[in-house]
């Protein structure tokens, strides 16, 4: 079955930096697009950065410039390198892949940023 890991997360103060993992098994990693989505207190779940079996990438427009996604897909990981870190940042991380319609989540990893 599909199985999507993410790992991390953690408290870091404004302007710091974290980098977030996400392994994914039970699919054809190397053909799939694979995306990172957060949810803040209250908030929606929104997309954070997609990024296609070609390493075509996509940003919000409130990560453009300090967040970067990429992959490995020897190892059947995409990163999320987050830079210059706000407190708005502060959310649960989530990985994703749709399958055939179907979205596949992780159970998340915390990131905290402190002002």
């Known amino acids: 079955q599909v199985q999507l890991v993410e790992s991390g997360g953690g408290l870091v103060q404004a302007g710091g930096s974290l980098r977030l993992s996400c392994a994914a098994s039970?699919?054809?990693?190397?053909?799939?697009?694979m995306a990172w989505y957060r949810q803040a207190p209250g908030r929606q779940r929104e997309l954070v950065a997609h990024?296609?079996?070609?390493?075509?990438?996509n940003y919000a427009d409130s990560v453009k410039g300090r967040f970067a996604i990429s992959r490995d897909n020897a190892k059947n990981t995409v990163y999320l390198q987050m830079n210059s870190l706000k407190p708005e940042d502060t959310a649960v991380y989530f990985c994703?892949?749709?399958?055939?319609?179907?979205?596949?989540w992780g159970q998340g990893t915390l990131v905290t940023v402190s002002s």
């Open positions: 994703n892949v749709r399958l055939v319609l179907t979205d596949f």
């Open positions: 039970g699919i054809i990693f190397s053909i799939s697009t």
């Open positions: 990024i296609t079996r070609t390493g075509n990438t």
